[in-house]
């Protein structure tokens, strides 16, 4: 059994030396959804040989050909995989991703096919909740759309509130995440910070009294004034840039699909000091997603 070679790289000559067609595709999809050995799906039985399609393996009991693609989110994209690949490469190593309408004339697809791909990415991209913020983070809401931003009168509908946490290091900031929430309220509140943020975090909040009772469990949670955002210089910078990374690569975005854009932004902002590694990763969730 060959062993894995991670993929490491960012660039388009990187990738494309290692992904030259389909079955190298399809070698790398089967190296890790066998990465801890062979176990039939259906019976459990341990060893395989070769099965029909490239690098499908065919279980020696029950026979049954399992190919490197199914139950992963590459199974049935009727596309070639050398696309999926490459284009699950540039969302995940290009500084601000792309639209589905930027992949659609990059790859030659429709741009409804890149969008469910897209979608597919962006699920991936979504948190394990394995490693929550440490140390000292700062969290507050903001609203994307509504009456300032979207059409005439009050389009209520279309605001989006949403929570940030961030990890705020003595030189710069740290990892951040952030959720859609429908109220300001400590229930909300105070799921966003359980998923995201450890217990024995410094965590700092502005006055709002939904942070309040949430001191019971985070023991040490600290509500500061805001003055006008000067206490909480790097959140406002952070909300800044996403606000301007959808309005410059996505236009707008629906409340539906919100939460799959921050889990895209966070993904590769909490990565962007090991940018090598990224596709690397983003592949393993897409084979793993459950
Ligand atoms: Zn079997």
Redesign the pocket.
Known sequence: MSTREKFIGVNSITFNKRFKRDADCYEYLSLIKWEKGFV?R??N?DKYYNGKKPFSRR?L??K?DESPTINTMFEKIKFSILIAFHIAFKISTKKKGMSSLELSSEFELRQKTCWTLKQKVQKAMKSSLNSPLTGVVHVDEFVIGGPEEGKKGRSKGLKKLIVLAIEVLENGVGRAYAELIEHSSAKELGGFLIKYVSKDAEIITDKWRGYTPLKKEFLKLKQVASEDGKNFKELHIHIMNIKGWLRGIHHHCSKEHMQNYLDEYHFRYNRRSNMGTIFDVLIRKMVHYK
Request: hydrophobic share 0%.
């Open positions: 039939c259906k019976c039985y279980c009991k029950c049954y």
